[in-house]
């Protein structure tokens, strides 16, 4: 017992300096590329460290349509800038390509797109991710396939009409094998959202569309990698969502306390700045 | 062109043809947003597991069919024309046109009530932008059937072609056209159905009847039905064209806006041809009359009378 929660801790630890990594190349990433969206891509960290260092996410880098794997929609597409070094560091593309970004001749954009091994889909445009997950999650089913279907979406990005669209389908349909991951930083574009409208009780008015949701500090390592273990292997005849609360621009203190972060960009010095004080 | 040809709706060939297909090929789905027709009763009972109705919801209908195609499914989305292809446009744009260059799909997107097929229905459910929009998105392809022959047809094209296609669909029963025709050829897109000398008429969809008609009265008066309005064969389409000197383009949608008179717009100016060219359609205006099919066309200068006043003009 002991010894298991030793390595159980071990594991935990050794997420927690992926995510500490992955920050501080997503901050690099942005020091060659001012345009990313580096606020939207620091919420999501923990949520990308679990999944592809976790075990989680079945993927194979060196077959990128592999019928066996898990597919993972990312519909908040711009937040996404800090995949691209854990998609360069399991294998999908080498790792010199991060040094490209945003450069002519280079695929990797400020905001992703499918050309990059290791995207599914295009995702610049928002409400349209957990659609086309739906309809793969039922072409899964139709292939009695073990697979999963991965989304995440940002909590601004609920306000699109189509998400509901999907989200009734998926209730109806009883998707057990598609997982959301709502990145709920609370900050849309030009405010808070609860100042532009308030979606709480979210957790509530997911269940009551027929989905299993659950919410969580989405920056606590052990606690998304649990859940997200969890949900991967429920069958429990509902889709489930999964409300990781974080903060905007976690790890850069200027961000963090600025409701106008999303389209903030920082100054070179202030990237290195902010890579020394990361922790 | 008898009366005893019998007459069909283009929606319940298509759905008769992809039952038959789903019999014998498992790759087939079939989603509807909420919208029906009587052949669609059989297949919704016998095929359960591949018929999906997403309800009123035009924009999951395109996400979902993505979805489903993604994994290597062929897909039929099938909703009401002008919902379809504008309530979902940046569905459409992002899945079956961005995405697609990248990573092909076979999507199929069925518009039913083309043009004024639901006429006293209003404005609403008229369907005159679709052709436009849908031609200028890059990787997709655009299909307007005259008859049910062609829509039979094209299916067995569409099956084998991982590319994203729109098919704009009558609403009303039509009879044949193409009933002895064996030559259709889908990447030329167009078949000139009357051969003539002087004035050609130019048409698509439910108005090349009436042309048809018009084109086997009047001596000199020449016929090419264009159904692939995107990509259509423009060098061989202007070969026809040349020997003319009068071109009349005719179709129910907005004129000039992207339509067909668009098409030939270009194909006469890019081959700095001095055929003149008038193009008939619905000018500019929303149709808030009342009235049945024929007389929006009145309206409009799309009635056979007016569009042999046309003719004459130039025959004189």
Known sequence: ?279 | MNTEQPKKVMRDVLIEAIYKKMREDDRIFFVSADFGAPALDKLRADFKDRFINVGIAEQNLVNVATGLAMEGFVVYAYAIAPFLTMRAYEQIRLNCSISPQIRPININLIGVGGGLSYDVAGPTHHCLEDIGIMRILPNMTVFSPSDWKLVENFFEYSVNEKSPMYFRLDGKSVPLIYENVNDLDFKKGFYELVKGDRVCLVSTGFLTHRALKIAKEIPGVGLVDVFVLKPTDASSLFDILKKYDYIITIEEGFTNNGGLGSLISKILRDNLSDIKLKTLGVNDTHAFDLGDRNYLHKLNNLDEESIVKEIKKHLD
């Open chain 1, 1 to 279: 017992m002991n010894n298991f929660l030793k390595e159980k801790s071990e594991f935990i630890s050794f997420l927690k300096g992926k995510a500490l990594w992955v920050r501080k190349e997503t901050l690099e990433l942005h020091g060659r590329a001012p345009g990313t969206r580096l606020a939207s891509s620091l919420s999501d960290v923990e949520i990308f460290t679990a999944l592809y260092y976790g075990g989680i996410l079945k993927f194979d880098p060196k077959n990128i349509y592999s019928e066996d794997r898990d597919r993972f929609i990312i519909s908040k597409g711009h937040g996404a800038v800090s995949l691209y070094p854990i998609l360069a560091d399991v294998g999908f593309f080498d790792k010199s390509e991060l040094l490209k970004i945003s450069q002519p001749g280079s695929y990797l954009s400020d905001i992703p797109d499918n050309r990059i091994p290791g995207f599914e889909t295009i995702n610049g445009a928002l409400g349209h991710g957990l659609g086309v997950a739906c309809g793969i999650a039922l072409a899964l089913k139709k292939k009695n396939s073990d697979s999963k279907v991965f989304v995440l979406m940002g909590d601004g990005e609920l306000y699109e009409g189509s998400v509901w669209e999907a989200i009734m389908l998926a209730g109806e349909h009883k998707l057990d094998n598609l997982i959301l991951i709502i990145d709920n930083n609370k900050i849309s574009m030009l405010d808070y959202c609860k100042n532009i409208i308030d979606m709480e009780p979210l957790a509530e008015k997911l269940s009551a569309f027929r989905w299993k949701a659950k919410a969580i500090d989405g920056h606590n390592m052990t606690e998304v990698y649990e859940s997200l273990k969890d949900f991967r292997e429920e069958k429990n005849g509902m889709p489930k969502v999964l409300i990781a609360n974080t903060i905007k621009g976690k790890g850069v203190a200027q961000l963090e306390n600025d409701v106008l972060c999303h389209i903030k960009s920082l100054k070179k010095e202030e990237v290195g700045e902010a890579i020394k004080k990361l922790q």
